[in-house]
Every structure is written in structure tokens, then in C-alpha cells.
């Protein structure tokens, strides 16, 4: 995902379509717009696990790619071609650490022993390290609300993934991934924030330039030690149609859209909720288990992100 559009356009940029799309968007209450991260970022651990039944991880990571950045060229050619160079530069540096090393981490965790859920549940502990981030880095103010809901959302969090915190056979070095995965996003995540009205760069464009910085990024990688040239089976397609339009666009696009609307620990509070939301999607696609724990970890999480929403804003 990548960054946000604020309302203002560059210099030179066409703002009609642009603008359309923001009065869309802002008509929105953003609770329903968090509802939809939710189910979009969530969707994409789901999207990981089938895709290993049909191809490499990283070359449907990089199919998905181009098939994001062939989709939206039509809409966006005439925003990057007016758009600077540094603020291209500075959304495909953003691109690479919220795209590119946060899915790279976690997939090659997964692809190394590690179980998906584990990395799953150290990657959303991106509230905290969001936090920290925010208040260490840019002495961002949270009060003892803020604190308190991202405590209890956490908790919720580990009790969802209770099932899953046992080592496997993975070499120890590879459940260090999923951190380094968590603090990319979250330092891109405060990095879009504090820069997003000195950046701005309309959503569309945001997206395309993300995914072509993680085209070219994955492309290296399964060029190198990999399958580069896609496998032509209706799951591979499945499963590269379902990383570009619900894990990416939805994802990524709700994400930071919503980061434009509010602040980087609200929006990552909301990721909380989104181990609950992949189990059910894992119950709904492949049979998987509910549990009333799970319930149990699903409603603390939920209180906790509510106590975050309701807190006064950062300063």
C-alpha cells in the first residue's frame, strides 16, 4: 500500500478526476471505511496461504504487480507525467517499506518454516511499534487512553493467535522477519503521515508507483532464485487476481486513505481486528475451526480499538 492523497494536487496535476474521487471517498463515514480495511487487509494473509497451493509466493507478489500497475495506467499516466520527481522518489521509498519489505518479510518467514499465523500475529503488533514510533521519534502526545486500548487490543490479539505462538522447525534468525516486517510498515506508516501535504500525490498514482517499485523489487528476487515467468493455471490467476484487487487495492488503498482521515495509531489500532477477521475468512474458504476464544480475543480486540478511536486526537 502506499501513500495517501491529501486534498491538495500538485502543481500542474489533473484535479478533476482526482478531485471526484476525494468528494467520493470523504462522503464516507470513516468507521465504514475501517470496516473495509478490516476485511481487505486480512484478506491478504488469506491470499498467501492460497496462493502456496499454486505457485511461489514472490512471483504472484510480482505478477500482482504488474497486473496493479497495467489496471491503473490509463487512470494515472497524466498525474505521475505532471507530478515531480522528488515526490515520485519519496512515495516509491515509502512504497518499498510498506509494500515491499513488510510482504517480503512475512512471505519469506512463511517460506523458511515459520507458520503463517505466528507471522501474522507478531505483523500486528504494528500498533505498538506505530506508537512507540510515534511518540519516541516525533514525540507524538497519547494519552493513558490510547495506551490502555492498544494494551487490550493486544491481548485480543494473543488470544486469537493462542494456538500458534509454539516455535516450529524454522531457524531462529527467521522469526526476527516478522518484526522487521512490522517496523517497515510502521515507519512508513508515521513517514506518510508527518510528509503527506509536502508529498501529495493523488491515491491512483500512490498505488501505481508502490507496485512498481515492488514489481521491480520482487522481480529481482525471483529472477535470481525464483520462478519469474507466471504459471498459466486458472489458480495461479485466481490467486494473483485476489493480491491485486482486495489485498492491494482494497488493502492498501483503505489504509492509507484512512490515514489521511485520522491519526497512524488509530489506523493501526484498527489492524488489531484483523487476525479475527482472517479467521473467519479461513473458516469461510478452507474449513478452519471458530472457537468461542477466538470470539473471546475478537470482542477484547475490539474494545480495544474502540477505547483508541474514542481517546482524543494526537497532538
Same mark, same amino acid.
Request: hydrophobic share 55%.
Given at each position: 500500500?502506499? +501513500?495517501?492523497?491529501?486534498?491538495?494536487?500538485?502543481?500542474?496535476?489533473?484535479?478533476?478526476?482526482a478531485?471526484? #474521487?476525494?468528494?467520493?471517498?470523504?462522503?464516507? $463515514?470513516?468507521?465504514?471505511?475501517e470496516a473495509?480495511? =478490516?476485511?481487505? /487487509?486480512?484478506?491478504?494473509? =488469506?491470499g498467501?496461504?492460497?496462493?502456496?497451493?499454486?505457485?511461489?509466493?514472490?512471483?504472484?507478489?510480482?505478477? &500482482?504487480?504488474?497486473?496493479?500497475?497495467?489496471?491503473?495506467?490509463p487512470?494515472?499516466?497524466r498525474?505521475?507525467?505532471?507530478?515531480?520527481?522528488?515526490?515520485?522518489?519519496?512515495?516509491?521509498?515509502?512504497?518499498?517499506?510498506?509494500?515491499? #519489505?513488510?510482504?517480503?518479510?512475512?512471505a519469506?518467514?512463511?517460506?523458511?518454516?515459520?507458520?503463517?499465523?505466528?507471522? +501474522?500475529? %507478531?505483523?500486528? !503488533?504494528?500498533? %505498538?511499534?506505530?506508537a512507540?514510533?510515534a511518540?519516541i521519534?516525533?514525540?507524538? &502526545?497519547?494519552?493513558?487512553?490510547?495506551?490502555?486500548?492498544?494494551?487490550i487490543?493486544?491481548?485480543?490479539?494473543?488470544?486469537?493467535?493462542?494456538?500458534?505462538?509454539? !516455535?516450529?522447525?524454522? $531457524?531462529l534468525?527467521a @522469526?526476527?522477519?516478522?518484526f522487521?516486517?512490522?517496523?517497515?510498515?510502521?515507519?512508513?506508516?508515521?513517514?506518510?503521515?508527518r510528509?503527506?501535504?509536502?508529498?501529495?500525490?493523488?491515491?491512483?498514482?500512490?498505488?501505481?508507483?508502490?507496485?512498481? =517499485?515492488?514489481?521491480?523489487?520482487f522481480?529481482a528476487?525471483?529472477?535470481?532464485?525464483?520462478?519469474?515467468?507466471?504459471?498459466?493455471?486458472?489458480?495461479?490467476?485466481?490467486?494473483?487476481? /485476489?493480491?491485486?484487487?482486495?489485498?492491494?487495492?482494497?488493502?492498501?488503498?483503505? @489504509? /492509507? %486513505?484512512?490515514?489521511?482521515?485520522?491519526?497512524?495509531?488509530?489506523?493501526?489500532?484498527?489492524?488489531?481486528?484483523? $487476525?479475527?477477521?482472517?479467521? %473467519?475468512?479461513?473458516?469461510?474458504?478452507?474449513?478452519?475451526?471458530?472457537?468461542?476464544?477466538?470470539?473471546?480475543g475478537?470482542a477484547?480486540?475490539?474494545?480495544?480499538? /474502540?477505547?483508541?478511536? &474514542?481517546?482524543? $486526537?494526537?497532538?
Open positions: 500500500m502506499t +501513500a495517501t492523497a491529501s486534498h491538495a494536487a500538485p502543481h500542474g496535476q489533473a484535479k478533476r478526476p478531485s471526484r #474521487l476525494h468528494r467520493l471517498i470523504d462522503t464516507l $463515514p470513516l468507521l465504514v471505511l473495509g480495511l =478490516i476485511l481487505a /487487509w486480512s484478506s491478504g494473509f =488469506i498467501m496461504r492460497f496462493t502456496t497451493d499454486h505457485a511461489p509466493v514472490f512471483t504472484v507478489l510480482l505478477w &500482482r504487480c504488474v497486473l496493479v500497475g497495467i489496471a491503473l495506467l487512470w494515472v499516466i498525474s505521475l507525467r505532471a507530478a515531480p520527481a522528488s515526490v515520485l522518489l519519496h512515495h516509491a521509498g515509502i512504497g518499498l517499506l510498506s509494500m515491499t #519489505l513488510y510482504l517480503a518479510c512475512v519469506r518467514a512463511i517460506e523458511l518454516g515459520v507458520s503463517s499465523g505466528f507471522a +501474522a500475529l %507478531i505483523a500486528d !503488533l504494528m500498533p %505498538i511499534g506505530t512507540l514510533l511518540t521519534v516525533f514525540r507524538a &502526545r497519547l494519552n493513558a487512553r490510547v495506551w490502555a486500548g492498544l494494551a487490543g493486544l491481548v485480543g490479539v494473543v488470544i486469537v493467535g493462542h494456538d500458534v505462538l509454539a !516455535l516450529g522447525d524454522a $531457524p534468525w @522469526y526476527a522477519l516478522p522487521v516486517s512490522m517496523l517497515a510498515l510502521a515507519v512508513a506508516t508515521v513517514w506518510q503521515k510528509t503527506q501535504h509536502a508529498h501529495a500525490l493523488g491515491l491512483l498514482p500512490t498505488l501505481w508507483v508502490q507496485c512498481m =517499485i515492488s514489481g521491480v523489487a522481480g528476487v525471483v529472477a535470481y532464485d525464483g520462478q519469474l515467468m507466471p504459471v498459466l493455471t486458472p489458480g495461479f490467476a485466481a490467486a494473483t487476481l /485476489w493480491m491485486a484487487l482486495p489485498a492491494t487495492l482494497g488493502g492498501y488503498g483503505l @489504509y /492509507w %486513505i484512512c490515514l489521511r482521515r485520522s491519526s497512524p495509531t488509530r489506523v493501526a489500532s484498527v489492524l488489531y481486528l484483523s $487476525p479475527g477477521a482472517t479467521v %473467519i475468512w479461513a473458516w469461510a474458504m478452507f474449513g478452519e475451526p471458530l472457537s468461542w476464544l477466538i470470539a473471546a475478537v477484547i480486540s475490539a474494545a480495544g480499538v /474502540w477505547l483508541v478511536i &474514542r481517546a482524543k $486526537p494526537e497532538a
